[in-house]
């Protein structure tokens, strides 16, 4: 059993910044990779950004250049590091592991209970 823990989320003015943070507790699991994706009021989830677990990278075009994806494999941490904020980044944020479950190498994936992201005008 995975369980994904994230916090980080809050309230911020356009250009501000904010941290996201979602650690994956449990056993007997190897990280795979890591994402997040987000969803605003009325649209459909997106996803925002990948990591593998060796570090490979992947973003949405909307956050390029503003937003930072980074993992600690040693604490089965994901970041994301959100600069240069905007009214359009305002969303529920969720944190998702693909793990490779041991012994027997299942792979499944699991999502955290997201955190909200509001950025004001």
């Known amino acids: 059993q995975v369980q994904l823990v994230e916090s980080g989320g809050g309230l911020v003015q356009a250009g501000g910044s904010l941290r996201l943070s979602c650690a994956a507790a449990?056993?007997?699991?190897?990280?795979?990779?890591m994402a997040w994706d987000r969803q605003a009021p009325g649209k459909q989830r997106e996803s925002v950004a990948t990591?593998?677990?060796?570090?490979?990278?992947n973003y949405a075009d909307s956050v390029k250049g503003r937003f930072t994806i980074s993992i600690d494999n040693a604490k089965n941490t994901v970041y994301l590091q959100m600069n240069s904020l905007k009214p359009e980044d305002t969303a529920v944020y969720y944190c998702?592991?693909?793990?490779?479950?041991?012994?027997?190498?299942?792979?499944?994936?699991?999502w955290g209970q997201g955190t909200q992201v509001t950025v004001s005008i």
């Open positions: 449990g056993s007997g699991f190897s990280i795979n990779r």
């Open positions: 998702n592991a693909r793990v490779v479950l041991l012994p027997d190498v299942i792979f499944n994936d699991y």
């Open positions: 990591i593998t677990r060796r570090g490979s990278t």
